[in-house]
């Protein structure tokens, strides 16, 4: 951990505000429901459960097993592109956003894979992990604390 505290966001970025963040979750979670859909409705119709998709009732009896090939599919989509060079999901580079490490450099895979699955523990808490973004001086949320990241915005004009 550092143990200098850097208030300010490195050059030619802000800290992104909870607002810009949510909405770019928002977005991440549409496109990312999409993306589970194309997988797991011809899975499921392959597999010859398709005729519970009719029925929801039944269909939550199956739908435990597929809650791993979910996270698998949600933790390559976030791991991958955060820490791609892009350093952002679709949805945070719509919303003009990138992950870094606190000095303001790109994440490592693993890096990005221990920020995924700390949301569990964002979540864990009544989403109060989540809420905290909205409070800490850099904007955080429990899990950029957990894998040192912070979640920043270009300054425009730099």
Same mark, same amino acid.
């Given at each position: 951990?550092?143990?200098? $505290?850097?208030? *300010?966001? $490195?050059?030619?970025? *802000?800290?992104?505000? @909870?607002?810009?963040?949510? %909405?770019?979750?928002?977005?991440? !979670?549409?496109?990312?429901?999409?993306?589970?859909? %194309?997988?797991?409705?011809? /899975? *499921?119709?392959?597999?010859?459960? &398709?005729?519970?998709?009719?029925?929801?009732?039944?269909?939550?009896?199956?739908? $435990?097993? +597929?809650? $791993?090939?979910?996270?698998?599919? /949600?933790?390559?989509? @976030?791991? /991958? !592109? #955060?820490?791609?060079?892009? !350093?952002?999901?679709?949805?945070?580079?719509?919303?003009?956003?990138?992950?870094?490490?606190?000095? &303001?450099?790109?994440?490592? @895979?693993?890096?990005? *894979? %221990?920020? @995924?699955?700390?949301?569990?523990?964002?979540?864990?808490?009544?989403?109060?992990?989540?809420?905290?973004?909205?409070?800490? #001086?850099?904007? !955080? /949320?429990?899990?950029?604390?957990?894998?040192?990241?912070? +979640? %920043?915005?270009?300054?425009?004009?730099?």
């Amino acid at each position: 951990m550092n143990d200098a $505290p850097n208030i *300010t966001a $490195p050059a030619g970025s *802000t800290y992104a505000p @909870f607002s810009r963040r949510a %909405l770019a979750f928002s977005i991440d !979670q549409v496109i990312l429901l999409f993306v589970i859909l %194309l997988f797991i409705v011809p /899975a *499921t119709i392959l597999i010859g459960l &398709g005729t519970f998709l009719a029925w929801p009732f039944v269909f939550v009896m199956f739908a $435990p097993p +597929v809650f $791993p090939v979910t996270t698998i599919i /949600a933790w390559l989509y @976030f791991a /991958a !592109q #955060e820490s791609s060079r892009h !350093q952002a999901t679709f949805g945070k580079r719509l919303c003009g956003l990138r992950v870094t490490d606190m000095q &303001g450099n790109r994440v490592t @895979f693993a890096r990005a *894979t %221990l920020r @995924f699955f700390g949301k569990f523990a964002s979540s864990a808490i009544m989403l109060l992990g989540w809420i905290m973004a909205a409070f800490t #001086e850099k904007h !955080q /949320a429990l899990h950029d604390m957990i894998a040192e990241t912070l +979640v %920043l915005k270009k300054v425009k004009g730099s």
